[in-house]
């Protein structure tokens, strides 16, 4: 047994961060405590090439077929290719494995990725329609023209987001940051506030705005909720900038029944399903088969938290 963790490279160098982005290294400390080998690689060191008519992948040298399990844990937004290279390692081992079944290799979350051929907001907005699961009312344009036409929205205030959850980068003191490409709308004239105006709007997408200062991540492994939080705006509209934590990892009977539905839907291994409110119900805000977690088991002091890395680790069937 070997483990392959894959990872996006950091657009920013982050203060504190050491050899492994936070997520990994949470779990290779778990699998570290159970003995397994593993090995972590970025998304940028992977080589495809076709010899002889047979197809070959490497991980910064290494052979695929070195790998019993795969954890693909995120992808630049901002390069699709990333994110169809998943989809193609999830390829690969469905071939493989169909003729090596005594030593299959395990791709975390392949079911998912296989019905997610777009990794975007207007994507899982269309899936959720589709499965009537509750979702804030959203209008997105090619033109990127959203001055005018807003037939679905009659009153301000809105959310104006990117499409693929793409950040941007600011300089501060010479120094470069990742920040929430995401912005509240009071009035057309808005859309020319800073940091929005210089950006292509034909990458962005209206929502509805709700008025509920909370937003909810539940935590899903194979069908069934093992955890989550809620957290709360204390300054400005987003909860991410300056929220408190509590947690929640026991939610009400229908954000639980929510999320494993959502789960269900695309077949998940392992998801984060994001929740805020409307008329004090939950909808969708966004879902990601590779969540974070730091904030999960380092900033809530009101209970004990779930070991979400060794849920991870162990989230593969066969």
């Known amino acids: 047994m070997k483990y392959l963790i894959l990872d996006k490279r950091p657009r920013v160098k982050v ?76 390829d690969w081992t469905d071939q493989y494995n169909s003729s090596h079944p005594e030593n299959k290799i395990l791709v975390s979350n392949s079911n998912a990725i296989r019905k997610l051929p777009y990794y975007n907001k207007i994507y899982t907005a269309q899936i959720f329609a589709t499965h009537n699961i509750p979702y804030f009312d959203t209008y997105y344009s090619t033109s990127g023209d959203y001055t005018e036409n807003r037939e679905i929205f009659n009153t301000y205030p809105l959310i104006i987001k990117e499409y693929a959850g793409v950040n941007r980068i600011d300089k501060k003191f010479g120094k470069k940051k990742v920040k ?4 509240k709308l009071d009035s057309k004239e ?14 962005f997408f209206l929502q509805e705005f709700s008025t509920n200062p909370e937003d909810v991540r539940i935590f899903v492994k194979f069908g069934k909720v093992i955890g989550g939080w809620k957290r709360k705006a204390t300054e400005g509209f987003m909860t991410v900038s300056h929220g408190s934590y509590h947690m929640y990892n026991q939610p009400n009977e229908e954000i639980t029944q929510i999320a494993e539905k959502v789960a269900k839907i695309f077949d ?42 060794d849920a991870m680790i162990t989230a593969f069937r066969d």
């Open 268 to 309: 998940a291994d392992f998801i984060a399903v994001d929740f805020m409110f409307k008329d004090d119900k939950p909808y969708i805000q966004e879902i990601s088969l590779h969540p974070g977690f730091k904030a999960y088991e380092t900033k809530i002091t009101d209970g004990e938290p779930v070991n979400i890395a």
């Open 15 to 90: 203060k504190g961060v050491g050899k492994y982005p936070t997520a990994v290294k949470r779990l290779i400390e778990e699998l570290d405590k159970k003995d397994i080998p593993n090995d972590f690689v970025y998304n940028d060191q992977i080589e495809f090439f076709l010899l002889d008519g047979e197809t070959h992948l490497k991980f910064a040298g290494s052979d695929i077929k070195e790998y019993s399990h795969i954890i693909l844990r995120g992808h630049n937004l901002h390069c699709p290719r990333e994110y169809q290279m998943k989809r193609l390692i999830v």
């Open 190 to 203: 808005d859309l020319n506030q800073k940091y929005l105006r210089k950006q292509n709007h034909k990458d």
């Open 180 to 183: 929430k490409n995401v912005y």
